[in-house]
């Protein structure tokens, strides 16, 4: 299984602190990307890395990605209570795959 | 910014009734997905769908299960017999150019089978 995994569970900051976030998956992939889900809602697509791609930022938002250790980390600066939501990482897989793998999540709460 | 619809948001179905989630893509994407969401479980997939064929699909995707997408705009998901199981909320989701971008998904319908 290629399936990936958060850690922490759940994370609980102040408004203003960073939130860092972690993946670990166990298989080689092309991608990662992580997404973010609003309680009872659907899933948006926040930033992709490919495999051959260290690092990226988009925003406040800023990923790693570690090939060799098999995981990738999700830092929000600057947090914001609208940033109050459950982030999983999901990775697409090198076989032809056509299919995200999503890991638990990580619930993050932002208090004002 | 472009959407990806679905409906209903919530249906409550009597155990052994077939069911049929609808979704409406994004006009000029191609790849077609459908994801479910036991609640507190992560995200599964569910199945692929590319050139109006299944281009992969999960062991959850068994022969109770079925996609078409009957006029170029609609995407469905059929449920034939509905078990308690299957309650879960269903995501479709599409993609201009497949995995390797990021997907668009929709707000989700909550499947509640009793």
């Known amino acids: 299984s290629q399936q990936g995994e958060e850690d922490p569970q759940a994370l609980s900051i102040q408004e203003g602190e960073n939130a860092t976030m972690n993946c670990s998956y166990k298989?080689?992939?092309?991608?990662l990307q992580w997404y973010r889900q609003n309680s009872g809602r659907g899933l948006v697509h926040l930033i992709l890395?490919?495999?051959?791609?260290r690092e990226k930022h988009s925003g406040r938002l800023r990923v790693t990605l570690d090939t060799s250790k098999k995981s990738s980390s999700l830092l929000i600066t600057a947090s914001r209570a609208a940033d109050t939501a459950s982030y999983f990482c999901?990775?697409?897989?090198?076989?032809?795959?056509?299919?995200?793998?999503f890991g638990q999540g990580t619930r993050l709460t932002i208090n004002p | 910014e472009p959407e990806v619809t679905q409906t209903p948001s919530h249906q409550v179905t009597q155990m052994g009734q077939e069911v049929i989630l609808r979704c409406v893509p994004i006009?000029?994407?191609?790849?077609f997905y459908w994801y479910r969401q036991i609640l507190g479980q992560k995200v599964e997939f569910l199945v692929s769908?590319?050139?109006?064929?299944?281009?992969?699909k999960s062991e959850i995707f068994d022969d109770q299960f079925s996609v078409e997408r009957p006029d170029g705009s609609n995407f469905t998901l059929k449920i034939r017999s509905t078990k308690l199981e299957d309650s879960a909320m269903y995501f479709c989701?599409?993609?201009?150019?497949?995995?390797?971008?990021?997907?668009?998904f929709g707000s989700g319908t909550r499947l509640t089978v009793v």
């Open positions: 989701a599409s993609s201009e150019i497949g995995v390797w971008y990021g997907y668009t």
């Open positions: 298989t080689s992939i092309n991608n």
């Open positions: 890395i490919r495999s051959n791609e």
């Open positions: 006009s000029n994407h191609l790849y």
């Open positions: 999901a990775t697409v897989g090198i076989q032809g795959a056509q299919k995200l793998v």
């Open positions: 769908f590319y050139n109006n064929e299944i281009s992969e």
